[in-house]
């Protein structure tokens, strides 16, 4: 079955049974395989089957329930997006005023004690029913709409505990305002509480107001990712060169970059040379030199030379659209811990109305005189003490947190449930070739013997090896163009199978290769042989040189080991993670690999299809599990680990099978993945410990707890005020994630 991803906005949450309720309605549209609502980014991940499922159905489930999907909405712009933000939050703190400045009048004129410093008008309880219709009706207008659309679907949410208390308090207030004479005949003094509603409105919806702007600020990272992006390129066209604005940029296109500015998209240079700083996308700090048939990648800085390039992939397809599409995904996605808050929001609701009504029932009942007004205080304070919004946002602000501090270091995290498993990983298996080594051979030692000069020995080395096609000739070739040598002529070349090459360079008959072929040469090699031990014991591979039936100097070749890979692992260890190394090398090699790097488990002699068992071995001992590869034949292993992570330089498939992508492809950011997840885990606990503690501790004191034993109860005011101020605790407990440091 062909599956669909789909990210699109949802308008009009507030908490986390909001989220349980629209995860549900998802869910039953049939073709729907997943669906995850994240209330921080107010963002619905959808998995579903095209061929069964449309926009309109999507559309539909979220409707149905009370609440506004943005599914065909155009994809806009940074601008377009922080514009019309910037215009809600505006719309809101317009609200928050109204309500807040309209309250406070009514408080001044209502509240005992302070009454009497306020003019006779505000007074006035017709007056405040004036003031305090708008705000009840205008303001907390977006209360009702969610209440009366949950209600008609049986469920409920954090307006309707907000609609129904704020609703209760009003309306007692309409009451003994409109028939005051009524109520004093069943002795309740005529006192009404306008201020309760209407300051309760203003405060959730300020609490609201600077939710959303903490919010704002735990998407950083997306809008840093998009700021990257170049505006304009320089493209030829017709023969001229010309401005194109990003978007009209096509593949196939040549474009010309100069020093200092940005690439616009993906490809490859045709022409010219330069250095360039790719710490926007990789983290990686060192500018890299790239020549004729390097990649570039979009919003990288091009820092020295100019040149020209084919666009390779434009739009989504670039680089940086992924990186951003990865980090979009994994800050909407859910972690396994969160199904915890969930679960338990799902019947908080339904819960705190029956305690409201318990609550309403023993205060009039066996409550002091005036019972009734007891009743309906203490109600309106429990329901408003007992909104969820702390729950709702406790584990997603940290995850976008997270993850977003890891795009920032090129730790690219697919979704919230690696991020979770990351910190308990017990061992971390490497692959050797391409992840701790750099995956191409290298000539690592030059050796003359007699009286011929290095410089000399590399030069004919490399002129005899030109004509070759084994796999480390290219290495030596290399190694003497970096020396910028003419290489010479050869004549009479031949290559010899399983022994190596021969030929006339200068005059000189010259023959390179392994032991075999210096033996079938009768050339004597004995004061060489310790030193070729020594070498070969150290992973490298000994070829030998000789020139006139005379040994004339040694040359070895080797993977080299990556700079970071000694650090890297050393600060996994210190992190108390076991490391293992896998390879298809021999054992000699994979020992000498190991011993370098400290590492005691080395898998060698390993067929790529053995991997995945081998990963499986490991967790069959009870541990949690990561490997770490950049091949395909490194995928079905990447795939099994609890926690796969791939090198960014790697191929797609094993990108694709991993759950972490090091686009930066330093192995210091393995550690730097697991002291993150570490960090946000931490992070999350401490927010659903507060968010749980804050509702077990007052919800019995709303309830009128301490009244037996000191007289107090909780003002239906304070309690609006605690929960505005529990949400955004949790938030800005998330948002201190981004000082931690990881690296």
Same mark, same amino acid.
């Given at each position: ?16 049974s909001?989220? %349980? ?7 039953k ?5 997943g ?32 609440y ?6 155009? +994809? ?67 209360f ?9 679907? @049986? ?18 207030s ?117 020549? @004729? ?97 702390? %729950? ?7 995850? *976008?947190?997270?993850?977003g ?11 919230a ?30 050796i ?9 020995l ?55 290769g392994?032991?075999?072929l %210096? ?23 000994? *070829? ?16 080299i080991?990556?700079?970071?890979a000694?650090?890297g ?38 067929l ?43 191929t797609?498939?094993?990108i ?11 192995? @210091? ?19 659903? +410990? ?12 709303? *309830? ?40």
């Amino acid at each position: 079955m062909n599956q669909t991803k789909k990210i699109f906005s949802i308008k009009g949450m507030h908490c986390a049974s909001c989220v %349980m309720i629209l995860e549900r309605s998802l869910k039953k549209v049939e073709g729907v395989s997943g669906a995850t609502v994240n209330l921080s980014t107010e963002k619905a991940t959808v998995t579903y089957d095209p061929a069964v499922v449309t926009d309109e159905k999507l559309s539909s489930a979220v409707s149905n329930v009370g609440y506004e999907a943005m599914v065909n909405e155009e +994809v806009k712009t940074e601008d377009e997006e922080q514009k019309e933000k910037q215009q809600e939050l505006k719309k809101l703190k317009f609200k928050v005023i109204f309500s807040l400045i309209l309250g406070g009048l009514i408080l001044w004129g209502g509240f005992p004690g302070l009454m009497k410093t306020a003019p006779m008008i505000l007074q006035n309880f017709w007056v405040q029913l004036i003031l305090a219709t708008p705000v009840q009706f205008w303001a907390g207008f977006g209360f009702y709409k969610a209440t009366i659309s949950a209600l008609k679907h @049986r469920t409920a949410n954090m307006d309707t505990l907000v609609a129904i208390g704020t609703t209760v308090a009003f309306a007692y207030s309409a009451f003994v305002t409109v028939l005051p004479e009524l109520v004093a005949k069943i002795g309740i003094e005529a006192m009404p509480y306008f201020d309760t509603s209407t300051v309760i409105i203003g405060l959730i919806l300020l609490g609201r107001y600077f939710e959303a702007k903490a919010k704002a600020g735990t998407s950083e990272a997306i809008k840093k990712l998009i700021g990257l992006q170049a505006k304009t390129a320089r493209v030829f066209r017709d023969g001229k060169e010309i401005d194109f604005p990003i978007n009209e940029v096509i593949i196939g296109d040549i474009i010309r970059v100069r020093p200092g500015e940005k690439i616009p998209v993906d490809g490859i240079i045709e022409s010219g040379e330069s250095s360039i700083d790719e710490s926007m996308v990789t983290g990686e700090s060192m500018p890299v030199d790239k020549l @004729r048939g390097d990649v570039v990648v979009g919003a990288t800085m091009n820092k020295t030379g100019a040149f020209t390039f084919k666009t390779t992939k434009v739009g989504g397809e670039t680089m940086l659209a992924q990186i951003i599409k990865l980090v979009q995904e994994a800050q909407g996605s859910k972690a396994p811990i969160q199904r915890l808050a969930d679960l338990v929001s799902s019947y908080f609701v339904p819960v705190v109305l029956m305690l409201a009504f318990i609550t309403f029932a023993v205060w009039y009942n066996w409550g002091p005189a005036p019972s009734l007004l007891f009743a309906l205080l203490n109600t309106v304070a429990v329901l408003i003490i007992a909104c969820p919004c702390a %729950m709702g946002l406790a584990t997603p602000t940290a995850i *976008m947190v997270g993850t977003g501090k890891g795009a920032e270091h090129g730790i690219l995290i697919k979704d919230a449930e690696s991020l979770e498993t990351a910190h308990k990983i017990k061992t971390i298996i490497f692959d050797k070739t391409g992840t701790l080594t750099k995956g191409t051979p290298e000539v690592t030692d030059i050796i003359p013997i007699g009286s011929i000069s290095k410089d000399e020995l590399l030069k004919l080395a490399g002129s005899i090896e030109k004509g070759s096609e084994h796999s480390l000739a290219e290495a030596i070739v290399k190694a003497a163009e970096e020396k910028q040598f003419v290489l010479s002529k050869v004549e009479k070349f031949q290559a010899i199978p399983g022994h190596g090459v021969e030929g006339i360079v200068d005059g000189k008959r010259v023959v390179f290769g392994n032991k075999r072929l %210096m033996d079938k040469e009768n050339i004597n090699i004995g004061t060489a042989s310790d030193k070729i031990s020594e070498m070969e014991n150290n992973g490298k591979t000994v *070829m030998i040189i000789g020139a006139d039936n005379k040994l004339i100097g040694l040359i070895a070749v080797a993977d080299i080991i990556k700079e970071s890979a000694k650090e890297g692992l050393l600060a996994l260890q210190k992190l108390g993670i076991e490391v293992a190394m896998i390879t298809g090398d021999n054992k000699r090699t994979a020992n000498a690999i190991g011993h370098i790097l400290g590492i005691d488990r080395i898998l060698a002699e390993v067929l790529p299809d053995q991997k995945e068992a081998e990963v499986r071995k490991i967790q069959a001992e009870g541990k949690v599990v990561a490997m770490v590869g950049d091949g395909i034949n490194d995928a079905p292993a990447l795939a099994t680990a609890d926690v796969g992570i791939a090198i960014g330089s790697g191929t797609d498939v094993a990108i694709e099978a991993a759950d972490i992508t090091l686009i930066n492809k330093d192995l @210091r950011s393995v550690a730097a993945a697991v002291v993150l997840s570490k960090k946000t885990m931490r992070t999350i606990r401490l927010n659903l +410990v507060w968010a749980f503690g804050y509702n077990v501790i007052l919800i019995p004191v709303a *309830m009128g707890a301490l009244y037996p034993l000191f007289g107090l109860l909780l003002n239906p005011i304070f309690a609006s005020v605690a929960m505005a101020t529990s949400s955004i605790s949790v938030v800005a407990n998330s948002l201190l994630l981004k000082r931690k440091r990881i690296i």
